[in-house]
């Protein structure tokens, strides 16, 4: 124990100074860990605040919220596509026109006939048959195709092509 006692009287100022040295390194640690602490907060509350004002948090609460709107208009909106795609249905969607001369006395084809059906080849079959005297319009109805009164070989050739798209 004399020794060490010896030892440290005779190496104090060493000994002190190499303290003082290690503290003051200590010290600049300190203080550079404080200037990068300093500007991480700093970027940190900016990130934070956002821009505005809105805190991050915020901004992320209301996203979420737009998010949940946004389905639920989305699911609206798939519900009236689907009502408006059933209604479509049932709309002219197939068109079938046949032109010809009715009679063979006259030189231009002022006839037709035309076909107007929806989506499972129902509608309607309207022919004008022009003459020199007179015009007569009239119309038949179609289901699934088909008439329930006879066609003429015009009027079943517009009702074709409606079926068929053409």
């Known amino acids: 124990m004399e020794n060490i006692n010896k030892f440290i009287i005779d190496n104090a100022f060493i000994i002190i100074m190499g303290l003082a040295v290690i503290s003051i390194a200590a010290i600049v640690l300190i203080v550079m860990q404080m200037m990068k602490y300093k500007k991480l907060k700093e970027r940190l509350d900016a990130f934070t605040q956002g821009m505005d004002g809105i805190s991050v948090e915020k901004l992320l609460a209301t996203f979420g919220k737009d998010i949940k709107d946004i389905h639920r208009d989305m699911i609206l909106n798939e519900d009236r596509f689907n ?4 209604n479509l249905s049932f709309c002219v969607q197939k068109l079938g026109y046949v032109k010809y001369n009715a009679f063979q006395d006259s030189a231009s084809e002022l006839s037709f006939s035309i076909c ?15 003459g020199r005297e007179q015009s007569v319009s009239y119309g038949k109805m179609i289901k699934n195709g088909e008439s329930q009164a006879p066609l003429s070989e015009e009027e079943q050739s517009a009702v074709e092509k409606a079926i068929r798209g053409v």
């Not at 009502?83 to 059933?86: A, G, K, N, V, W």
């Open 83 to 86: 009502r408006l795609e059933t």
């Open 116 to 130: 107007l059906l929806d989506k499972f080849n129902n509608g309607v079959l309207l022919s004008v048959i022009h």
